[in-house]
């Protein structure tokens, strides 16, 4: 049996507003192996990004119960979701979200100074992750440099290079032309194989779902589907 | 890793850092520039004083009080015997006054005679001017300041009428050796200088004085049953009164300018953490606790002003060596409200250590400005500050 690394029971999200509280997801019962390459797809404002955010312990839920890599998100406190996110878990954001003062180099090493990595292993492991992306006569270029597909590439690295146990991929194809995208579904698809590393997305594009081993769909916050996919 | 960000995000804000630092170092050399002035005004003042009047010390006969001219009259007494070695030493200056009437050109007005040793070395006084005497007319020494009040001039001769220590008038014509640009207001303004022995003749007070300038510090805290010690603190009284006066009036400048650079301080600051709200959401999911995106934008502010500190001397270096070098003019007519230390333009010293906390203050005060704009990162909500969300 695979080790579970994320485990949601009977979760809901909620969110005030004006006319009360609006349910954005409602009694989720989802579980992830270590590996998977899964995700969330549904039209807009299904709860895709707002699941993504709770797993990421960026969110808490409302009720029920999320367990990530064995930390309790619905009572974590905010050190301890801060540590989980630097050590275990990788984000890719739509919009790539570099630090744009940061080169290439530095926006994919941050992460392991965050970790106080020492310097030699550091070096070692942001070219390795900056060689996955293919970016490695790119790591003095700052991201206003870099086309929007060689700034998800960075981003992947970034989210890659502790090799975290699980990375949350918002939408990662959503500001890129098919090439591109393609592309970069081949490297997180690649990376996930060599490093077993577990892929959540939140997509709704079709290029994404094609590569997906499980979709599970969103429906107006619910689950509608749960379905294992051939992959690419 | 932290401070290294604030740099390069300080470094990518390019013209508006800038902007920043070249506002702070302009108040922080304004406030250089007046520390200094007051500093180097205030050292020249009793620097001056010291070398025409207070020397190390005074020893002041008990009935002698300088702001009551009613006790000039009785200002003396004989020269105790625990200081008489003292004084055939040179290590004590004694100095008789007496008020009196001079008549320069017929005109009536009053003046206090002062007698001093034409051979001493305490004060820089050129009392051996006053051993000059050819005839029998006294030869005397004025400040600029009583030559430009009586219209007196180098040469005048006028009369002087004093009251001898048995009430009986005494009269002697006198002539002016030299006008002197006497720095110390209390030693021009109103005084007359003559030899201490002509004085006691017409004082007929033989071996007395009124008080001792001290040319030697083993006198001090010196008390004998007519003399008492001034200390540093009573003779310049009026001095740091006057400093008090004007360093409230400078805090209050130091206060505003401080207010307008903090403003600028604290606009970037505020501007940043909204225009910033997605970086603060990346930050918070790679890991970054809100208390370090606190600290990093709390460090960028207190950055501005500690390159501003740097550029300090930079920007500033023209005006402060020219300033210490050419020195404050003196304005026109200052040496006529008897202010110390206006005789002569004031070469800025740069009080360093004052400075450097004067430094630290504005350092601390950019601290705090720039943290209170990042206490809404506290509040902020990481997966709204992904979506660029405004609260």
């Keep these: ?232 | 890793m932290i401070l290294r960000l604030a740099f390069k995000n300080i470094i990518h804000n390019g013209y508006r850092s800038l902007v920043n630092i070249v506002v702070v170092s302009i108040v922080l050399i304004i406030m250089v520039w007046t520390q200094a002035m007051y500093y180097s005004w205030i050292r020249l003042a009793e620097t001056q004083q010291k070398d025409w009047e207070y020397g190390k010390g005074m020893l002041r006969v008990k009935t002698y009080d300088p702001y009551d001219p009613l006790s000039y009259e009785d200002s003396h007494a004989p020269i105790p015997e625990e200081l008489r070695s003292g004084v055939e030493q040179g290590d004590l200056l004694p100095v008789l006054l007496a008020p009196a009437t001079i008549y320069p050109q017929g005109r009536m007005l009053s003046a206090i005679i002062k007698g001093i040793p034409a051979e001493q070395d305490i004060l820089v006084f050129p009392s051996d001017k006053l051993s000059a005497q050819q005839s029998d007319i006294i030869p005397v020494l004025i400040g600029s300041a009583m030559a430009k009040s009586t219209r007196l001039d180098q040469g005048d001769i006028f009369s002087i009428r004093v009251r001898d220590v048995n009430g009986a008038y005494n009269a002697v014509d006198a002539i002016v050796q030299e006008v002197l640009p006497i720095p110390a207001p209390s030693a021009d303004m109103g005084t007359i200088w003559m030899n201490l022995d002509l004085m006691r003749d017409l004082r007929g007070a033989p071996h007395s004085a009124s008080y001792f300038v001290l040319g030697d510090s083993r006198y001090q805290d010196t008390h004998t049953r007519d003399f008492r010690f001034i200390d540093r603190d009573e003779y310049f009284a009026d001095l740091d009164q006057m400093l008090d006066n004007e360093r409230f009036q400078q805090v209050l400048m130091y206060a505003l300018l401080v207010f307008l650079a903090m403003i600028a301080i604290f606009d970037t600051q505020a501007l940043a953490v909204f225009k910033r709200r997605k970086e603060i959401g990346t930050l918070a999911a790679l890991g970054f606790t809100k208390a370090k995106i606190i600290l990093l934008f709390t460090l960028e502010g207190s950055i501005y002003t500690l390159l501003a500190i740097i550029a300090t001397p930079i920007l500033g270096f023209p005006l402060f060596y020219y300033f210490s070098t050419a020195g404050f003019p003196v304005i026109d007519g200052y040496d006529e409200f008897g202010l110390p230390g206006f005789t002569e333009p004031i070469k800025f010293i740069y009080p360093i250590y004052e400075i450097l906390i004067v430094f630290l203050v504005i350092l601390l005060f950019t601290i705090f400005v720039s943290w209170l704009p990042t206490r809404k990162i506290a509040k902020m909500n990481p997966v709204d500050a992904l979506r660029n969300k405004v609260d």
């Design chain 1, 1 to 232: 049996m695979k080790e579970i690394v994320a485990n949601i029971t009977n979760m809901s999200k909620s969110f005030p507003t004006g006319e009360g509280d609006f349910w954005a997801l409602k009694n989720i019962n989802l579980s992830f192996e270590r590996g998977e390459f899964s995700g969330f797809v549904g039209p807009s404002g299904s709860g895709k990004t707002t699941l993504l955010n709770i797993l990421g312990s960026l969110d808490t839920p409302s009720k029920g119960e999320v367990e990530v890599l064995g930390n309790q998100i619905h009572k974590i406190n905010q050190l301890q979701a801060a540590r989980l996110r630097s050590r275990h878990i990788g984000f890719i954001f739509q919009t790539y979200n570099l630090l744009p003062v940061y080169n290439v180099y530095e926006n994919v090493e941050f992460p392991l100074l965050l970790m106080k990595m020492d310097a030699n292993k550091r070096d070692k492991m942001v070219k390795e992750a900056i060689e996955w992306v293919g970016l490695s006569d790119k790591v003095k270029s700052r991201p206003n440099q870099l086309s929007g597909g060689q700034c998800q590439r960075v981003a992947i690295a970034r989210a890659m290079v502790k090799k975290p146990d699980l990375v949350l991929a918002d939408e990662p194809t959503a500001n890129l032309d098919t090439e591109n995208s393609l592309n970069i579904l081949d490297t997180m698809f690649k990376l996930n194989r060599e490093l077993s590393t577990t892929f959540i997305f939140s997509t709704h594009d079709p290029k994404v779902i094609d590569y997906l081993k499980r979709v599970i769909r969103l429906r107006d916050g619910e689950v509608a589907s749960d379905d294992p996919a051939p992959g690419i």
